[in-house]
């Protein structure tokens, strides 16, 4: 048989369909308009939850090394270590004593203030115990996963809280486990209240590489000082009031920007917390709280209002 009678093109077996820059351009589209939908309209969430239930038990099995050697080291802990830490409780509590008997003196005076001006006591938020499972492994943001979720009660907005401060916000919650923003994030911004001065502030996360927050919009000539402790103001109907947030360590002011950069350091534990306190939000534990109605809309031109 002649070479020039013989077909150029591959057999059918071997042809590939569609060509591989279409199926790019079709898969991305498709990708982009599911990131679109799950934008606006949180379809993938149920999609979450599932492989959340999934990868559950994997991350349970992974984690029981650290937890078997933390463990470990407990048990392992020297005698004299132990007995040092003893000394120094006994030496913080005889402190706290101290401080709670003036404590309880001003918590009297206050309630006689509040009984005298008649103003109602503020409601304690209720609160849940959870344990930090690991860090989040996005190396741009900071956040944290508990080992409580929706199906213990928690719910999105929720403040956390350790032994010493405000940790974060409870910002997504799946069956059996939640997510965490650190109040060090880039993205998480709270209202705070300087304890000396009385003025109120927003503290933003910083976006450099350091654990830090950073008090905005402070003008130059603001009465602010390094020490300076700073508290939730409870304004935002999110955080309860009074519970410590950060302290003042650094002041810039500079002659070129009508603001002060003032720098603040986490007082909770955003690098190594372990177990955390995660309470309702204001709003849902103080029946007095109602939210602003939306502003009404202009009648339409030509109609009929």
């Known amino acids: 048989m002649p070479l020039g009678s013989l077909e150029r093109s591959p057999p059918p077996f071997f042809k590939q369909g569609t060509s591989a820059l279409t199926k790019l351009l079709l898969f991305s589209a498709l990708s982009f308009g599911l990131m679109f939908a799950d934008q606006h309209y949180n379809i993938v969430q149920p999609a979450r939850w599932v492989l959340s239930l999934i990868v559950y038990p994997v991350q349970w099995v992974a984690l029981r090394?650290?937890?078997?050697?933390?463990?470990?080291?407990?048990?392992l802990e020297s005698k004299q270590d132990a007995l040092s830490a003893v000394d120094q409780a006994r030496s913080q509590l005889l402190k706290q004593s101290v401080r709670a008997s003036q404590v309880e003196q001003l918590?009297?005076?206050?309630?006689?203030?509040?009984q005298l001006l008649q103003l109602r006591e503020r409601l304690g938020s209720p609160a849940m115990a959870a344990e930090v499972l690991y860090d989040a492994a996005d190396p741009f943001t900071r956040k944290m996963i508990l080992d409580k979720g929706a199906l213990q009660g928690v719910q999105t907005s929720s403040p956390v809280m350790d032994e010493l401060g405000i940790l974060g916000q409870v910002t997504r919650v799946h069956p059996l486990v939640s997510e965490i923003t650190l109040v060090t994030d880039r993205e998480h911004s709270i209202p705070v209240l300087n304890t000396r001065t009385g003025a109120r502030g927003v503290a933003f996360g910083e976006s450099g590489g350091a654990p830090l927050l950073e008090l905005r919009y402070m003008a130059t000539n603001a009465d602010i000082e390094e020490g300076d402790m700073l508290t939730t103001s409870g304004v935002d109907g999110v955080y309860p009031p009074g519970i410590p947030v950060a302290r003042v360590v650094k002041i810039e002011r500079r002659a070129d920007s009508v603001?002060?950069?003032?720098?603040c350091e986490s007082l909770a534990r955003v690098q190594g917390a372990r177990h955390v306190m995660v309470l309702e939000p204001v709003k849902l534990t103080q029946p007095g709280f109602k939210e602003l109605p939306p502003p009404p809309q202009p009648p339409l031109k030509?109609?009929?209002?």
């Open 259 to 263: 603001f002060a950069r003032i720098l």
């Open 302 to 305: 030509g109609g009929r209002g």
């Open 107 to 114: 918590a009297l005076e206050n309630r006689d203030l509040r």
């Open 65 to 75: 090394p650290q937890v078997l050697w933390d463990h470990l080291d407990d048990v």
